[in-house]
């Protein structure tokens, strides 16, 4: 997809200074914006074994998180899409389920951006999950320049 920007994003803070670099660049040069926004591999072994204590239980369970997961990735990939509305932007979003690098690399492989925009890392101490991704591996193999959103906002304001 030349002609677009690439936006790992996935609602956290780190990845919203991500979007908002992503938007402007987008707009300022007149290309697409393409979303990707990961859930996590780490959440397929949460099973909860260590309060629930029969299989139907953990199932009910087991279809509640999933629920949950679905309808938070729904919701940042609406509030995207409705900021590249906003701004006259072409959208596409990509929803998947891995590894945040391996999903990263993939999509940038399929859409070939002319550019890829991540959020900085979290500090440590700011509650949250760790998607981490592993940019020395990005940087081996993707095609087109990386611009990591730094610094994260928590990180900013404690400067």
Same mark, same amino acid.
């Given at each position: 997809?030349?002609?677009? *920007?690439?936006?790992?994003?996935?609602?956290?803070?780190?990845?919203?200074?991500?979007?908002?670099?992503?938007?402007?660049?987008?707009?300022?040069?007149?290309?697409?914006?393409?979303?990707?926004?990961?859930?996590p591999d780490f959440w397929g072994g949460m099973q909860?074994?260590?309060?629930?204590?029969?299989?139907?239980?953990?199932? *009910?369970?087991?279809?509640?998180?999933?629920g949950m997961l679905e309808r938070e990735a729904r919701?940042?990939?609406?509030?995207?899409e409705a900021d590249c509305l906003a701004r006259s932007?072409?959208?596409?979003?990509?929803?998947?389920?891995?590894?945040?690098?391996?999903?990263?690399?993939?999509?940038?492989?399929?859409?070939?951006?002319?550019?890829?925009?991540?959020?900085?890392?979290?500090?440590?101490? *700011?509650?949250?999950?760790?998607?981490?991704?592993?940019?020395?591996?990005?940087?081996?193999?993707?095609?087109?320049?990386?611009? *990591?959103?730094?610094?994260?906002?928590?990180?900013?304001?404690?400067?």
């Amino acid at each position: 997809m030349p002609g677009a *920007v690439l936006l790992a994003h996935h609602g956290t803070p780190g990845a919203g200074r991500a979007a908002q670099l992503a938007l402007e660049t987008a707009a300022e040069r007149g290309t697409a914006l393409v979303h990707l926004l990961v859930v996590p591999d780490f959440w397929g072994g949460m099973q909860g074994d260590d309060w629930l204590n029969n299989a139907s239980t953990r199932d *009910v369970f087991a279809r509640y998180l999933e629920g949950m997961l679905e309808r938070e990735a729904r919701e940042q990939l609406a509030a995207m899409e409705a900021d590249c509305l906003a701004r006259s932007l072409a959208y596409t979003p990509i929803l998947r389920y891995g590894d945040p690098t391996d999903c990263l690399i993939e999509a940038a492989a399929r859409t070939r951006p002319d550019w890829v925009v991540i959020g900085a890392p979290r500090p440590k101490g *700011v509650p949250g999950y760790r998607s981490r991704i592993d940019v020395a591996k990005l940087l081996r193999v993707l095609g087109a320049p990386l611009i *990591v959103a730094a610094p994260h906002p928590a990180a900013a304001a404690r400067a």
